[in-house]
Every structure is written in C-alpha cells, then in structure tokens.
C-alpha cells in the first residue's frame, strides 16, 4: 500500500467511526421511541432493555452505513481540500479518480458487508428483536397501586387504599378489596382499617396483612333475587395472598414468528413469493367456475312450460321474452345483489393476496438497494467534499442530511408505490438510488475537471451558454461603463 492511500484511509477511518456511532446512536434512539409506550413501566430489568438495544442496534446498521460513508466521505475529502492536501496531491500529477480509489474500495467491502449483514444477521436479530417486543408487549406494567385509585392489575381483584405510609410505602390504610374470582359481581368485599403490603417467595407472590376488618358475602335468594342478604364476619388479622404470575415475562416461542418476510433470508423470501403467486394464479383459475354459479336463466321447453336451467356466463340462450312477475324481479335483484357481494369479496381477497407478494418482494429488493446505497453515498460525498473544501461537521453535516433525507423520502416512497401497485415493485424499490445516481456522476464530473461548483463564475458560464434565455444570458455578462 502506497503513502497515499495510507494518508487518505487513516483520514477516512476517524470520521467513519465517528459518524458510524453517531448515526447508530440517532437511529436506535429514534426506533425506541416507536415502542418506549411499550417499554415504560414493566419493570423489565436490565437484562430485557440491554437485549432490546442490542437487537435493534444491529436492524439499524444497514440502514447507518450509506449515511455514515455519505457524511464520512464528505469530511474526509473536504478536509484534505480545506488543507489544501488536495491540491497538492493533484499539482503532483495525480487524478482525481486515483485520490477516490481507496475510499471507494472501502465502500465496495462495505457495500458487500451490508449485504451480507442483511441477508444473514439482520433477519435473526428480526426474530430475536420482535419475538422479545411481543413478550414485552403482553407483559403487564408493574404492581402500582395508587391511593385513592381502584387497581385491577391482578386478574380477580380490585383493590382501592386510602392511603400508604412508611417509608417504604407498604403500610396501608383503608383497604377495599373486591374479590371478582367467582365471576358473580361485587358479591364478596373485604374491609380492613389498615394493613402491610410485602411480596413472598421471590417476588411471584404479593401478601397483604389485613388488621380490624370485616368480609362481606352477599348470598343471593334462589327464589327471589331481590331478596339477597349480606353475610358479615369479623377478623382481627387475615393474611391474603395474590399471585403475580401475570407480571413475569413469558418467553413465546421464536418459531411463531418465522414465517415473517422480515425474518427470511432471500432463497426463503423467493420461496415464499412463489408459494403466494400460486395461490393468486389458483384463486384467479376458479373464479369464473364459482362466478358461473351465480347465473341462471329462465329456459321455455317446446310445450312452453317454463324451467330454470344454469347457463355459462358468456352463453345467453336464445328465449320468447315473457313479462317479468314481481317475484322474477326480486328473485333478479337477490341475485344482483350475491353476485356483488361475490365479486368485492373475492376482489378484495386477491387483492390482499397480491400485495402480499408484493411485501415480499420488497423486502428482496430492500437487501440489494440498501447495499447499493453505501456506494451511491459515497458517488456524492467523495466528489462533493472535493468540490466544497470544507471539513469538520458544519457543512458537510447540512449536505449529508439534506441527500439522505432525499433518499429516505424516495426509498419511502417507491415502496409505497410497489406495495400500493402505482408503479412495479422493482421500479419502485430503485427509485431513490436512480434519482441520486445522475447527482453522483454530476459531482464526480466536476470534481474531476476542477469545476468552481459553487463559485458564481461557474454559473455566469452556465447562463451564458444557454442561448434559450437571453435575458438571463445579459444577466449574467458583466457590463463595461
């Protein structure tokens, strides 16, 4: 390895971890709070949230490195312009293309890695992330009972405090507990003056120790509900003991989710795809034969005696039009009615099915143009950093920002327009690396050709060669007292 490349690859390795870490650290914060409602007071411990981060901070880094080799390739290339390194590595009779050469290698191998990163890690980290989420989402939030609140958070129970007191908060005052376990209402209550609230057996068990209370069971007449009497009893001290099973984090098991697009590798999203396209291809051969049920006509036989007898759809037999009763007309209007029934059903369930394969399809597109993105980015930022000659993190922050969001909005758009069947899915899913790819080769033009981009000589010489616009041409030719 030359100098030269060690000198621009040292350059490039500070600001792509830095920007790499960055990107990470704004896109992982930006998924959990997608979730952080289902995050929030579960007591989920620390093991659950490290995995969580862990998870989702490897989902994220095909979607971190174009925008860390944009943002990085821009810092780098602009600060050798800004030193004027640039310059005279170029003075020496060096070109441009052999200055980008080494970063771009960097590129390719991580363009390669992205792939790769995609098709085998990214749909495992999906099934360990989203399998957990699940187990998250169904878990209870935390045992908080409230003073003055009725709390229902135990499955059977309802219970309301007066107030809570200690200094750990354990000591109760006015307790009402309504016990719903024999699913007949409010039948059985349970008051006490005070009490001690404490968890057993490892945390799986909540006890309350109740003091001067009283339970009351309503015993309802066989023959006469209205006539329902209480039954009161007296304590001096109970124990009680509630089970908190529905608070813990059952694990389901990952092989619910595997059928996921996000969770399959290329050869099994192909698989998938296929397995959908047969179904649609199967749905379609039979509609006309379930759509032929629907018609019947009425036939007249040679003594002139009316039958009904059905028809294919397209075979209209030749009849002597009669009048219509009223109960023809019903019977024709019935069976209007079923066959639109029939065809919106059957319509929206194709559909469904196609834009099924269409998810899928996506997602196999996704792989390859998110990889294709880390080279693209760095089409426009390694020229672009050459052309503006500034380093650090003012300029070359705006302009990273300003083409990524382009991209994002476009890659979210094709998307959307192959899901939703406005363009073909494969269009769609390039539209935003087909859009930034001229701006790419733009940039490398001028880069290359020492063109003043953002110098307004360079534009005067552009106006003046549009011979169209005379105005704007005068405009831009300076004029001599």
């Given amino acids: 390895m030359k100098k030269l490349d060690k000198l621009i690859l040292k350059a490039f390795a500070g600001p792509f971890l830095l920007t790499f870490a960055v990107v990470e650290f704004i896109l992982l914060t930006h998924t959990l709070l997608k979730y952080l409602d289902d995050i929030v007071g579960k007591d989920l411990g620390t093991g659950v949230l490290l995995q969580l981060l862990f998870f989702f901070s490897i989902l994220i880094v095909p979607i971190s490195l174009p925008l860390a080799v944009l943002l990085s390739s821009l810092m780098t290339y602009g600060n050798l312009g800004e030193h004027h390194e640039l310059t005279a590595i170029k003075a020496s009779g060096i070109a441009l293309t052999r200055i980008l050469r080494p970063v771009w290698l960097v590129s390719l191998v991580l363009a390669v890695t992205a792939f790769w990163f995609n098709e085998r890690i990214v749909p495992k980290a999906n099934l360990s992330a989203y399998s957990l989420l699940w187990d998250v989402r169904q878990k209870k939030l935390a045992l908080d009972i409230r003073p003055g609140v009725f709390y229902n958070g135990i499955p059977g129970y309802t219970i309301k405090v007066d107030r809570k007191v200690g200094p750990n908060k354990d000591i109760l005052m006015g307790i009402m507990i309504y016990d719903h376990t024999q699913k007949s209402g409010n039948a059985t209550v349970m008051l006490a003056d005070s009490g001690r609230m404490f968890t057993r057996f490892e945390g799986q068990y909540l006890g309350f120790e109740l003091f001067r209370g009283h339970n009351y069971v309503e015993q309802p007449d066989a023959r006469d509900r209205s006539a329902a009497s209480f039954v009161r009893q007296g304590f001096k001290r109970n124990m009680i003991t509630f089970s908190l099973s529905s608070f813990n984090l059952n694990e389901t098991k990952k092989e619910l989710f595997q059928a996921n697009r996000m969770m399959l590798n290329i050869p099994q999203l192909f698989h998938s795809t296929d397995s959908i396209q047969r179904a649609l291809r199967r749905e ?198």
């Fill in 284 to 481: 379609r051969s039979v509609l006309p034969a379930r759509l032929g049920g629907y018609y019947t006509y009425l036939h007249f036989d040679t003594t002139g005696r009316a039958q009904i007898r059905k028809v294919a759809p397209l075979q209209v037999p030749v009849a002597r039009l009669t009048p219509l009763t009223t109960a023809q007309v019903e019977q024709a209007l019935n069976r209007a009615r079923n066959v639109n029934s029939f065809v919106t059903a059957t319509s929206q369930r194709l559909y469904e099915i196609a834009r099924d394969s269409a998810e899928f399809r996506i997602e196999i597109y996704r792989k390859y143009t998110q990889s294709v993105a880390v080279l693209l980015m760095f089409l426009i930022g390694a020229p672009l950093g050459a052309i503006i000659k500034k380093g650090g993190l003012g300029v070359p922050i705006l302009v990273s920002i300003l083409f990524f969001i382009v991209f994002y909005v476009f890659d979210t758009m094709g998307s959307k327009y192959g899901r939703d069947f406005v363009l073909p899915v494969g269009v769609g899913m390039w539209l935003s690396n087909s859009i930034l790819l001229p701006f790419g080769l733009f940039f490398l033009y001028q880069a290359y050709n020492d063109s003043g981009l953002l110098e307004m000589d360079f534009w005067r010489r552009l106006a003046q060669r549009l011979p169209r616009f005379p105005r704007l041409r005068r405009l831009a030719t300076p004029t001599t007292d």
